[in-house]
Antibody, heavy 123, light 112 residues
Framework: EVQLVESGGGSVQPGGALRLSCEAS????????MSWVRQAPGKGLEWVANIKPDGSDTYYVDSMKGRFTISRDNAKNSLYLQMNSLRVEDTAVYYC????????????????WGQGTMVTVSS | DVVMTQSPLSLSVTLGQPASISCRSS???????????LNWFQQRPGQSPRRLIYKVSDWDSGVPDRFSGSGSGTDFTLKISRVEAEDVGIYYCMQATQWPYTFGQGTKLEIK
């Protein structure tokens, strides 16, 4: 079964940093656009960032540009999210997601989701 | 950014009855390649979201055929022909025609 498993969540103080990881299995990770999507407690979904299969292009929501960095290591089938200057409002479950991109199902048709990792930013 | 507005935000439906959720975008979602990247997701309680519908009206074989999507331009609808107990959850539309991708607020479906 195809799978995405996130790790690296936890508690951090405002202004701190965390690095989330996501390990992919049983699908062609190196040919896949990948995304991070987050969900604050009791709130809706928010797209965070996307990265091209070869890592050469990235896209972010404006509020996270300059603070968050999405990256990947195709040799390790792994996706990362480096989060710096964390704010209380960044508290959320962060999901690692596959974006089919320009494939048959099209952009944003997120077809594989991880179970999520919780990030809590609090003093 | 494209603003996605769903209505209603909550829905209480009797088992076996239909349900309909509207999703409106602040700009046309037709991309330069002619496709409309409007997707629907379902999030059951305590679970990760799951894709239901992609490109307005297409769906995977694992999605029950009581779910259907329609619409064009800026106006889209998710319909459930006969609500079942397993349909309880929150439904989100999301546009991917323009960066940044944006979700609707979500519509909570419960059984009456």
């Amino acid at each position: 079964e195809v799978q995405l498993v996130e790790s690296g969540g936890g508690s951090v103080q405002p202004g701190g940093a965390l690095r989330l990881s996501c390990e992919a299995s049983r699908f062609s990770f190196s040919n896949s656009w990948m995304s991070w999507v987050r969900q604050a407690p009791g709130k809706g979904l928010e797209w965070v960032a996307n990265i091209k299969p070869d890592g050469s292009d990235t896209y972010y929501v404006d509020s996270m540009k300059g603070r968050f960095t999405i990256s990947r290591d195709n040799a390790k089938n792994s996706l990362y999210l480096q989060m710096n200057s964390l704010r209380v409002e960044d508290t959320a479950v962060y999901y690692c997601v596959r974006d089919p991109g320009s494939g048959a199902t099209g952009w944003g048709a997120f077809d594989i989701w991880g179970q999520g990792t919780m990030v809590t930013v609090s003093s | 950014d494209v603003v996605m507005t769903q209505s209603p935000l909550s829905l209480s439906v009797t088992l076996g009855q239909p349900a309909s959720i509207s999703c409106r975008s602040s700009q046309s979602l037709v991309y330069k390649d002619g496709n409309t990247y409007l997707n629907w997701f379902q999030q059951r309680p305590g679970q990760s979201p799951r894709r239901l519908i992609y490109k307005v009206s297409d769906w995977d074989s694992g999605v029950p055929d009581r779910f259907s999507g329609s619409g064009s331009g800026t106006d889209f609808t998710l319909k459930i022909s006969r609500v079942e107990a397993e349909d309880v959850g929150i439904y989100y539309c999301m546009q991917a025609t323009q960066w940044p991708y944006t979700f609707g607020q979500g519509t909570k479906l419960e059984i009456k």
